[in-house]
């Protein structure tokens, strides 16, 4: 599902203050992240109480909101979390990029680090190549928003296209002579190239990609990258095959 950033651009700004915005680094295997939100609260809730005083109850009944929202949501947590919060709403993201510690308590949402972000991981896309298969997984601010898988058919000699399946799931129809295929393959490479490239600039103008990260053996990606229009954001030469997509989008964006 695409982010609808514009839409949650105006929701934190229309969130009325004072404000808790909170920056937190995460990581999936590693839970040290509730000692420095418990830390960071806490010291934000000094400042309030010695420059606020009249604010201290609001602080505090917004921070427990903020905490038990993002403890809520621990099974999720990727490498960042982001919350805005006032004493009607919390506005939680997950994310897939990191993100440095910050706590802020203004008058309005605090949002320099979440423009950085949107910046630096706009609408994008990575272009993962094998010589009979090519997915194409859509993000932005480097979250998984979509996956589509294409595998060409030797027989009609075109591309058939797969949507949500999972990338390790999809497997040559000739598998059982995969040597011949692989051969046949290699020999009209040049020329299913020629056929898939339309098909890939439709679907990155289509799902608005600002830029394309390309990964898969080094072959391949040469020939990608001079093939497409798009502006190439990175370039992995790994062979991701067998890989979720969350792995793959761990490895090549961050």
């Excluded at 393959?185 to 990609?209: A, F, G, I, S």
Aim: proline content about 3%.
């Amino acid at each position: 599902m695409k982010i609808n950033l514009e839409q949650i651009n105006k929701d934190i700004l229309n969130l009325k203050g004072p404000v808790l915005s909170v920056y937190l680094k995460t990581e999936p295997t590693d839970e040290s992240w509730k000692i420095r939100l418990k830390n960071n609260l806490k010291r934000t809730g000094h400042y309030v109480k010695s420059s606020q005083p009249e604010n201290v109850k609001l602080y505090e009944s917004i921070s427990k909101k903020v905490d038990q929202a993002i403890r809520d949501r621990a099974h999720e947590l990727k490498y960042g979390a982001v919350c805005f919060a006032n004493a009607d709403n919390v506005l939680l993201y997950v994310l897939q990029v990191p993100v440095e510690n910050q706590f802020d308590w203004e008058g309005e949402a605090v949002t320099d680090q979440w423009d950085e972000l949107a910046k630096a991981y706009p609408s994008s896309g990575v272009l993962l190549l094998q010589r009979d298969k090519v997915s194409l997984l859509d993000t932005q601010l480097g979250d998984l928003t979509g996956e589509t898988h294409y595998e060409f058919n030797l027989d009609n000699e075109d591309w058939t296209q797969y949507k949500g399946l999972a990338y390790e799931g999809i497997t040559s129809s000739s598998a059982n002579h995969k040597d011949q295929y692989d051969k046949r393959v290699k020999v009209n490479e040049e020329r299913w190239m020629k056929t898939l490239v339309p098909k890939l600039e439709k679907h990155m103008k289509d799902n608005d990609w600002e830029g394309v990260y390309l990964a898969g053996p080094t072959e391949l990606v040469k020939k990608m990258e001079s093939k497409i229009k798009k502006e190439v954001l990175g370039v992995v030469t790994s062979n991701y095959a067998g890989k979720s997509a969350n792995e793959i989008l761990t490895k090549v964006i961050n």
